[in-house]
């Protein structure tokens, strides 16, 4: 129901938006979150924000660099990423309607970001 797709190189100082299509049933008032795992450690909390989009955080390492935005009427959650950085590579995973911090009900297949210098 939840599918990320926008991953792929980058070299550092570089952008890319990653964008996570949901289908099945709208997730226009869910709150929806990125996050991400790199190898060899644990998956981390990227961003998140509300259904109406008026509430939106992001973890301490990509504030600043990143912005996360949604369109309901395409029910679809976006990620852009500027500056990235070598420390930014993992599997970025979307994620909708959210329990708690780190749990949330949908989770999509994850798509790599590789940041090469």
């Known amino acids: 129901q939840l599918q990320a797709f926008g991953g792929g190189l980058v070299q550092a100082g570089g952008s890319l938006r990653l964008s996570c299509a949901a289908s099945g049933r709208t997730f226009r008032t869910s709150s929806m979150g990125w996050f991400r795992q790199a190898p060899g450690k644990e998956r981390e909390f990227v961003a998140r924000i509300s259904g109406s989009g008026s509430f939106i955080f992001y973890a301490d390492s990509v504030k600043g660099r990143f912005t996360i935005s949604r369109d309901n009427a395409k029910n679809t959650v976006y990620l852009q990423m500027n500056s990235l950085k070598l420390e930014d590579t993992a599997v970025y995973y979307c994620?909708?309607?959210?329990?708690?911090?780190?749990?949330?009900?949908?989770w999509g297949q994850g798509t790599l970001v590789t940041v090469s210098s």
């Open positions: 994620a909708a309607d959210r329990l708690s911090d780190s749990v949330y009900k949908y």
